[in-house]
């Protein structure tokens, strides 16, 4: 017999995952494929996308929020499938929720720069990504053995929520902003904002398919596993399980939804 809410154990309880808007389904993509008999709730606040160019107060002060409402529905465990809101509040997260397995993301800086020898490394990100100290101390633990260079792309995040990943106007935008770097060789480039994997042929091509992209979805996925794992909240169920999609603009579910089936 089912059990009813209040009784569910605690590994049958959803996953939550969260992100400033549609671009976090990159992440929930990864974890279903890692985990498929877990249960989801991802929750997009596309109403205030973009985060990266808002005030560090704002992106607090909203994370908080809504990773509260996610825990007010029950889940038993939190993915931050945004490295914006990653670097403005995880470490707070974690102070306030102790109990909960809080997992964030960060532009995978590590994988990019150990994948050649001395590489030339290029990081595209939000503005606030790449101001915060959490990816600043990032840059420092690499910067000898790679050359890194950062890019932010503040206006990219708002073409995915349009669901536009391939227009003459994107391209004409990442002309903009890739353009100085087109003409040189890039050995990765690290796509640090989770809106960014679906607009990652655009920018292959603008970039002329020179590099290797990498991003941090799948470390997420599998990091958020060995989490669930070490705290006995891993779903022990042989279904699949469900995703249930939330999102602050209601009009945006449909798109989360077609992402997350998306390859
Ligand atoms: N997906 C968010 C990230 O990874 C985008 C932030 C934004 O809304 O600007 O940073």
């Not at 707070?92 to 102790?98: A, D, E, T, V």
């Not at 959490?134 to 950062?150: D, P, V």
Request: charged share 25%.
């Amino acid at each position: 017999m089912r059990k009813r809410g209040s009784e569910m154990e605690r590994f049958e309880q959803p996953i939550g995952v969260f992100d400033s808007g549609v671009g976090g389904v990159s992440v929930l993509r990864e974890l279903i494929r890692l985990m498929p008999y877990e249960n989801y709730i991802f929750f997009g606040d596309s109403l205030r996308a973009p985060y990266g160019s808002k005030t560090l107060q704002e992106v607090r002060s909203l994370t908080e929020q809504h990773v509260g409402a996610l825990l007010a529905q029950g889940v038993k465990a939190v993915v931050i499938a945004c490295n914006t809101a990653t670097s403005a509040d995880v470490s707070i997260l974690r102070g306030k929720y102790p109990g909960i397995p809080i997992i964030g993301i960060e532009p995978a800086l590590k994988p990019a720069v150990l994948s050649a020898e001395h590489p030339r490394v290029l990081v595209l990100a939000t503005p606030m990504t790449i101001r915060e100290e959490k990816f600043c101390r990032l840059m420092k633990q690499y910067e000898t053995q790679a050359e890194i260079m950062t890019q932010p792309c503040p206006e990219l995040v708002r073409f995915v929520e349009r669901g536009d990943f391939d227009s003459e106007e994107l391209k004409a935008y990442l002309h903009e902003v890739l353009d100085a770097y087109r003409k040189e060789k890039w050995d990765a480039v690290v796509l640090g904002c989770t809106h960014f994997p679906f607009v990652k042929h655009a920018i292959q091509e603008v970039l002329e398919n020179q590099t290797a992209f990498f991003d941090g979805g799948s470390g997420v996925a599998r990091e958020t596993k060995r989490r669930l794992k070490e705290q006995g909240l891993l779903q022990d169920n042989a279904r699949s399980g469900r995703v249930v999609f939330q999102n602050s603009d209601s009009t945006k579910t449909k798109l989360c939804r077609k992402l997350a089936e998306s390859q």
